[in-house]
């Protein structure tokens, strides 16, 4: 719980705050509902009983529970003051599982393994490294993981028993940061391993999980495609896949691994295919489809080549497809604008859907949230751009000030769901919220997906000043009154709208984001930084290196008029901190009102409740002072 004096708030230890202002009793008071907002995902089914593992939160941090049938109670596994990034169980037995966390939001992560019988915790990693969670063979007696542990950058595979981690070996040395897998043979003698060069590009290899030998399935040069999930098939004569070869879209197809044919099964969905999920029969395969946003869930026999009908899901996104050992239920997450992520089953046999979860909301009746409304602008270049726009309750009268919150990535793409803590803007404070979805926003192709790639950067920022002229043309929109906010890369599309369009808005939020693209790809990990220069440019060719300092905003601060509140992880491993530090001592010489929060125990983004309210409260009084006033 927050820290109270009789009049204002008292930041935690772990907070350093420069230009804020004391943050009222009142407003904490009057948002506390907004914070109590809970969610939950699923982890792993069991193998043998019809339970599973769930995260979720009940302190500062989201942790491993158990549940045991479906709204049964939630039995808290793991205490850690970090979070858990979730769990799967030993995928025989289920006499333990294995989960990974970090430490301050480092990334970091370390696998460790629970004893369900002692609740015994045993680290299976080096301690220091970067570290994947790994796959399970189907036999369950082993993992493969990636660890950066030889070169601090390559993301080496490693195979491991977690019940002999002693034991854990070198499987394959690679080159790059990209790597990582996918998918393991039903005999467990190879591995399925996605090498990722970019976003449009990947290649797969079958790699030989006994002596690391790998052979390229996906061969390089021509026209690059999108390998973005594979499983092998029950016969282990091929595997399913989604890429966009041949196609503008992801598909999922099948291909064999002898003929080397490709044989595509969603032709007539002509949006994204996302994940996908075989039953462990073989017989059943579970996707979703990207359809404007929106989580379309699709199952296939196998066997008939047909799709099976299903019951309707409520509009929103469904992530986390696993199917229980019995192969009828298939479990997911399922979150929406009015209802936030819990856990759900289908029984593919009945067509019944049990919930598992039924996360807080705070007392607050979510189901008169608001539900988004998809627009659509053209831009300086005549292409359509797309958003979500949340607007507020119809008791606010006149035109209403417009937050604009641009997602990450860049190759992001922001779909309809639950608000959390924004819904108080547009509940109490009357704040209309749009989510643009600019050139390079993944979801709408991969034509779509390179149009900001290097020297386009900026066109996606002519994207939002198209969308400032559309705020202008809404009846019930103020385009005197935006405030421009966004996380990672957003952040920094936040601080180039505060250099680009000064003079238009009210004042913007930078959350962890690139002020300088130099310095952000020197700095930056050495296992992203390859990654990174692939979408951004390469900053050691001199030609590059010119055009992306001179776009960068901390190089044209001088065109920012309006006040600026920027927010970063003091161990920010993506977005280093250098990047925060260097916008807000620019601004300070240039006497322009600037707003700076770091949190010393946290990295991309703040995972800790009592930071995140923190950053919340001082959020709301931020758009007090500068976006809700009428002058």
């Not at 939950?40 to 339970?51: I, K, N, Q, T």
């Not at 430490?103 to 609740?119: C, H, K, P, V």
């Not at 705070?362 to 359509?384: H, K, Y």
């Not at 290196?545 to 003091?570: C, T, Y």
Request: charged letters at 20%; one cysteine or more; glycine letters at 8%.
């Amino acid at each position: 719980m927050p820290v109270l004096s009789q009049t204002e708030l008292k930041p935690n230890d772990n907070l350093i705050l420069d230009g804020i202002p004391a943050i009222p009793q009142s407003i904490v008071e009057s948002v506390n509902r907004y914070t109590e907002f809970r969610s939950a995902s699923l982890s792993s089914w069991h193998p043998v009983e019809r339970s599973m593992l769930i995260s979720t939160r009940f302190g500062q941090t989201a942790q491993v529970h158990q549940v045991q049938f479906p709204l049964g109670s939630r039995k808290q596994l793991t205490f850690f003051p970090e979070p858990v990034n979730g769990a799967t169980y030993q995928p025989t037995q289920g006499e333990y599982f294995v989960f990974s966390k970090d430490i301050g939001g480092n990334e970091f992560s370390q696998n460790y393994r629970y004893d369900l019988a002692t609740g015994q915790v045993t680290l299976l990693t080096d301690g220091t490294s970067k570290n994947s969670r790994g796959i399970w063979s189907k036999s369950g007696m082993q993992m493969v993981y990636t660890s950066t542990r030889r070169t601090q950058q390559d993301t080496d595979l490693y195979v491991i028993d977690p019940l002999q981690p002693e034991q854990d070996r070198l499987l394959m040395t690679v080159e790059g940061g990209g790597w990582f897998p996918a998918a393991w043979s039903e005999d467990d003698r190879h591995i399925a391993v996605i090498e990722y060069i970019s976003i449009t590009e990947t290649y797969l290899w079958l790699v030989n999980a006994q002596t690391g030998e790998k052979k390229l399935l996906t061969p390089k040069g021509g026209e690059p495609v999108a390998y973005q999930a594979v499983v092998f098939d029950k016969q282990r004569n091929g595997l399913y896949v989604v890429c966009d070869r041949d196609s503008e879209f992801l598909r999922l197809a099948y291909l064999d691994l002898e003929t080397q044919d490709y044989t595509f099964l969603t032709n007539s969905i002509e949006w994204d295919i996302e994940q996908i999920r075989l039953s462990h029969d073989g017989r059943l395969l579970a996707f979703t489809a990207n359809e404007n946003g929106i989580s379309v869930l699709h199952v296939f026999d196998t066997t008939t080549q047909r799709e099976i009908p299903l019951p309707a899901l409520p509009i929103g996104q469904v992530f986390g497809l696993q199917w229980h050992k019995n192969n009828r239920d298939l479990g997911f997450t399922l979150i929406s604008a009015q209802s936030n992520a819990d856990v759900y089953s289908l029984d593919i046999t009945t067509g019944q859907i049990a919930r598992w979860t039924e996360s807080e909301t705070g007392g607050l009746n979510t189901s008169s949230f608001s539900e988004p409304e998809l627009v659509q602008w053209q831009s300086f270049d005549d292409r359509p751009i797309s958003g979500f726009l949340y607007r507020p309750p119809a008791h606010f009268s006149g035109k209403r000030p417009v937050m604009i919150n641009i997602h990450g990535g860049p190759e992001g793409q922001f779909r309809p769901i639950f608000l959390g803590r924004s819904n108080y803007y547009l509940n109490e404070l009357g704040v209309a919220l749009l989510y643009p979805n600019v050139r390079g926003s993944s979801g709408y192709g991969k034509t779509f997906l390179k149009l900001d790639n290097g020297y386009l950067r900026e066109d996606s920022v002519q994207d939002i000043g198209a969308l400032l002229d559309w705020i202008k043309t809404q009846p019930d929109l103020d385009a005197n009154r935006i405030l421009v906010t966004g996380g990672s890369y957003g952040g920094y599309m936040s601080l180039a709208v505060a250099t680009h369009y000064g003079d238009r808005i009210r004042a913007s939020i930078d959350i962890v984001g690139i002020s300088n693209f130099v310095t952000f790809l020197e700095k930056t990990e050495g296992y992203r930084r390859d990654l990174r220069r692939v979408e951004y440019g390469d900053e050691r060719d001199p030609e590059m290196r010119k055009f992306l300092l001179q776009i960068s905003p901390v190089n044209n601060a001088d065109k920012i008029q309006k006040p600026m509140f920027v927010i970063h992880g003091a161990n920010d491993p993506r977005v280093p901190l250098n990047e925060a530090e260097q916008i807000v001592t620019t601004l300070k010489q240039r006497h322009v009102p600037v707003w700076y929060l770091v949190a010393k125990d946290e990295g991309h983004g703040f995972s800790k409740k009592q930071n995140i309210d923190f950053q919340f409260y001082s959020t709301i009084l931020f758009i007090q002072n500068f976006l809700l006033d009428q002058d």
